[in-house]
């Protein structure tokens, strides 16, 4: 009997630590670490973050591989220019014969999508214009046409704009440039310069100070 008893204590005690033993291996905590995401770092000295072109309202700005570019006033001429990139700015010069070098610089910043000016030495430029005129992004500005009617004097062709008439406004005695849509009959108007000239009230697009895809509404001539 006592043999019996002892028998089953000790099976009762097997199974307890049977019991106590058992469990999950998987340790309870995850050891690893996830690295943090680092920002993206642009080298604002890599030639390649410039090519292209670049839009500002009035102004494109064109980096071409090679170290050339073109500085483009909308609707009013351009200037080539080399370029240089050091010290994380772009640096351009547009060389003029007659009065030498024109020098600007730019800066990018931080995502590579904006060009600020830091150094303004353009030569041609809007009347009004501050440097935020001057800030240049990837993306082409979507412009409003608006036309207006305005009456002056048409005083002939002009002989440096190809297209352009001469036009006088008021009393102002400079003379604005008037570009006329395709299907507008000027033959009855005098192509040379003339100091009377014709009387029109014509309908247009005006930007920077001059009118394009003009109409005439009436005429006095």
């Known amino acids: 009997m006592k043999k019996l008893i002892t028998l089953l204590l000790a099976a009762a005690l097997v199974l307890s630590l049977a ?3 058992g469990g999950s291996d998987t ?17 604002k ?37 080399k370029y240089e990139i050091k010290d994380e700015t772009a640096v351009i010069t547009i060389s003029d014969g007659e009065f030498g070098d024109f020098v600007s610089s730019f800066e990018l910043n931080d995502d590579g999508t904006i060009l600020t000016i830091v150094q303004n030495g ?4 809007q009347s009004g214009d501050t440097d935020a005129d001057f800030t240049f992004s990837r ?10 009617e305005v009456s002056g004097e048409l005083k002939g062709q002009n002989d440096s704009y190809e297209g352009a008439w001469n036009f006088k406004v008021g009393d102002s005695s400079v003379l604005k440039l008037v570009y006329f849509a395709d299907d507008v009959d000027l033959s009855e108007y005098n192509t040379q310069y003339s100091a009377n000239g014709n009387k029109v009230t014509i309908s247009a697009v005006e930007k920077d100070g001059n009118y394009y895809d003009a109409t005439i509404i009436s005429s006095n001539s």
């Open 19 to 21: 019991a106590c033993g």
């Open 27 to 43: 340790p309870s905590g995850d050891s690893t670490t996830t690295p943090e995401p680092t920002e993206e770092v642009f080298d």
């Open 45 to 81: 000295n890599n030639t390649e973050l410039y090519l292209g072109t670049w839009y500002a309202p009035h102004y494109t700005l064109t980096f071409n591989k090679g170290g050339i570019g073109r500085f483009e006033q909308n609707n009013f001429g351009y200037f080539d220019f």
């Open 122 to 125: 353009l030569p041609s430029y």
């Open 139 to 148: 993306e082409k500005p979507v412009e409003e046409i608006i036309y207006v």
